[in-house]
């Protein structure tokens, strides 16, 4: 089978290789990729930006399965386009996708729909914000509707600063168009969790549980990131723990969608606060987060392709993913000024040394080739993840790896899996 992957990042890299894996995968592309994919899939040319320009690149290719890995194509319609003209796509249609490109369309679903989630106002001009302020206590979180790039969340600590950055979000300053209408929410206070499942229209199949670690510095200081690390073990969420998850927000989230008409297939990507009313949603993604798709794939031991069709056609069953009862850790390798101003262009030393500790797999995310020399391209560059028996197996793998690694100005986390870890 002909597969083609859209995306570049660390996600797509990891999706590439798990594929590679698959007996059923005879041709693997890549739009647009990064140095890493090259080496394992056949990258072409093409903008994540313009849904017809993947359309030009499937049309040349002609895929029997494509794959979505990033937000924003999902959102502009690109699964919409490939089903139009019969391709074969794993992801949801933009319509779906609201779920994640409408913080708006979200918390309205939700509250339709009695999935648990904070209190909220929506408010789309300086009167609906003063309006609404009295009705929370502090701190308020000040939330754009749309995309944002993980910039669009920001935890007030007082009525007036929450008031200010709504205002500023409303007036086009903080992130652009996707400030135009915003939602005051209620803080929540518990430990976060991310729950991924794989839909098909009517099930929701869930994959292993990760957790991923946001701040930049250890300990988790400094600003948000893409993320900078996560890990995988299989008692991080316990049965229990997941039949309620399941029973309480992602079926209902997939018979509710079926039910307005927007069907939901792909992934459908939970952020989950753990409070003392018990878990509410913060957020959903549609689509496999980044880094903890690293880890997760890492500790999948049954065909991904395989789940991606019967995803697409409507038809997964329990059985279609295995899990390995082994634990595994992402390390994220980033430039220097990441995540404001990361600089690029430096040349990355001893991938291949990391490569060849036992069980490690370096997933690229921004790199690029110079002849023969790979260097940065991003700010985050490199996702160096472990598989092992235990979790301190696969974090002392990951951290070998990463020692063997340098480019100039680097940054990573030293303490990634340190909650799993102390756990124990
Ligand atoms: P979101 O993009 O909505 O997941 O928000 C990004 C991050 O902001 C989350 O991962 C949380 O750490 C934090 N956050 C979002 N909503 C809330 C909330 N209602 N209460 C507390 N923290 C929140």
Redesign the pocket.
């Given at each position: 089978m002909k597969v083609l992957v859209i995306g570049s990042g660390g996600r797509e890299h990891a999706i590439v290789w798990k594929l590679r894996q698959s007996p059923n995968v005879d041709q693997l592309f890549c739009v647009p990729g990064n140095a890493g994919i090259c080496e394992e899939a056949e990258c072409v040319f093409g903008d994540l930006k313009s849904v017809d320009s993947l359309v030009q690149v499937a049309s040349r290719i002609q895929p029997d399965m494509t794959v979505v890995g990033p937000e924003l194509p999902l959102s502009l319609g690109v699964v919409d386009e490939f089903q139009r003209r019969g391709l074969r796509v794993f992801g949801p249609t933009a319509a779906a996708a609201r779920l994640e490109s409408s913080k708006i369309f979200s918390k309205e679903f939700m509250q339709r729909h009695h999935i648990p989630t904070?209190h909220y106002a929506i408010c789309l001009n300086e009167k609906e914000i003063k309006d609404a302020l009295p009705h929370f206590s502090t701190p308020i979180?000040v939330?754009a509707d749309g995309l944002a790039a993980g910039k669009?969340?920001v935890?007030a600590k007082t009525r007036e600063e929450a008031g200010a950055v709504a205002l500023q979000m409303l007036q086009g300053k903080l992130v652009g168009d996707a400030g135009n209408r915003v939602v005051l929410?209620?803080?929540?206070e518990g430990d976060?969790l991310s729950f991924l499942a794989i839909c098909d229209g009517e099930r929701a199949i869930p994959l292993a549980a990760a957790q991923d670690h946001?701040r930049i510095g250890d300990g988790d200081t400094g600003p948000n990131t893409g993320g900078m690390g996560a890990y995988s073990t299989s008692d991080l969420l316990d049965s229990n723990m997941q039949e309620w998850i399941l029973a309480h927000v992602a079926r209902p989230v997939v018979q509710a969608m079926k039910s307005e008409g927007a069907e939901y297939r792909g992934v459908l990507y939970c952020?989950l606060?753990m409070t003392a009313r018990g878990p509410m949603v913060?957020?959903f993604n549609c689509r496999f987060g980044d880094p903890e798709t690293q880890p997760i794939l890492a500790r999948l031991d049954s065909d991904l392709l395989g789940a991606f069709i019967a995803s697409a056609e409507g038809r997964l069953s329990e059985g279609d993913l295995k899990w390995s009862s082994d634990a595994s850790c992402c390390v994220v390798m980033a430039s220097k000024g990441y995540p404001e101003t990361p600089e690029l262009g430096k040349v990355i030393h001893g991938l291949q040394e990391a490569d060849a500790v036992t069980g490690v797999k370096v997933f690229h995310a921004g790199t690029r080739h110079t002849g023969e020399a790979f260097v940065t391209n991003g700010g985050r560059v490199l996702g160096v993840t472990a598989r092992g028996s235990s979790l301190r197996v696969a974090v002392d793998r990951a951290y070998e790896a990463v020692g063997k690694i340098n480019f100039d100005g680097m940054q990573y986390r030293r303490d990634i899996a340190q909650r799993g870890l102390r756990g124990k």
């Open positions: 904070a979180v939330k669009g969340v935890i929410e209620e803080f929540l976060e946001k952020g606060m913060l957020e």
